[in-house]
């Protein structure tokens, strides 16, 4: 909603000093890759994926220097480690489409643009059904608690996709 993207966008507060390093990584990646690590955000896909939101342009920046900073930590503060990641990130996201991934089961908001598209969302609904239907856990909690049924997280079958 756009209430959600106005809050990410104004109630995101970095230092002065960690915000300048992260704007300068940041101003190191192309829009496209700037595009592909701010998907990480539920609202911001969700915005692009809508088109719902006044803010997506600012919002991008602020959920792409959330993803920059979780990095860097990661990273150890190393400036070309965090932006080989981050690169190695968009690429993958690019790659496996994972927009199209996180679509594949909301039929009434999935926007595909060709019917190439359209097959790779049914490949990976059909992957994620089976893989689901694979191996189930059953996790007693004890104490007369319920029982939790899980997935399982991988099956002999599954492909490497």
């Given at each position: 909603?756009?209430?959600?993207?106005?809050?990410?966008?104004?109630?995101t507060?970095?230092?002065?000093?960690?915000?300048?390093?992260?704007?300068?990584?940041?101003?190191?990646?192309?829009?496209?890759?700037?595009?592909?690590?701010?998907?990480?955000?539920?609202?911001?896909?969700?915005?692009?994926?809508?088109?719902?939101?006044t803010?997506?342009?600012?919002?991008?920046?602020?959920?792409?220097?959330?993803?920059?900073?979780?990095?860097?930590?990661?990273?150890?503060?190393?400036?070309?480690?965090?932006?080989?990641?981050?690169?190695?990130?968009?690429?993958?996201?690019?790659?496996?489409r994972?927009?199209?991934?996180?679509?594949?089961?909301?039929?009434?908001?999935?926007?595909?643009?060709?019917e190439?598209?359209?097959?790779l969302?049914?490949?990976?609904?059909?992957?994620?059904?089976?893989?689901?239907?694979?191996?189930?856990?059953?996790v007693?909690?004890?104490?007369?608690?319920?029982?939790?049924?899980l997935?399982?997280?991988?099956?002999?079958?599954?492909?490497?996709?």
């Amino acid at each position: 909603s756009d209430q959600l993207c106005h809050e990410v966008v104004h109630n995101t507060i970095f230092a002065p000093e960690e915000e300048a390093v992260y704007r300068s990584i940041l101003a190191d990646l192309t829009e496209e890759e700037q595009d592909n690590i701010s998907q990480s955000s539920y609202a911001y896909w969700h915005a692009c994926r809508t088109g719902e939101s006044t803010y997506r342009d600012e919002m991008r920046d602020m959920v792409a220097l959330h993803e920059i900073a979780r990095y860097w930590d990661a990273a150890k503060e190393d400036r070309k480690l965090t932006i080989g990641a981050l690169k190695k990130t968009s690429q993958f996201r690019k790659q496996y489409r994972i927009d199209i991934l996180r679509s594949c089961f909301d039929e009434t908001r999935a926007v595909y643009e060709n019917e190439k598209e359209e097959k790779l969302a049914e490949r990976y609904r059909c992957l994620i059904s089976d893989e689901m239907e694979a191996q189930p856990m059953f996790v007693k909690a004890g104490m007369g608690r319920g029982v939790l049924v899980l997935g399982s997280r991988i099956c002999k079958e599954t492909l490497e996709e």
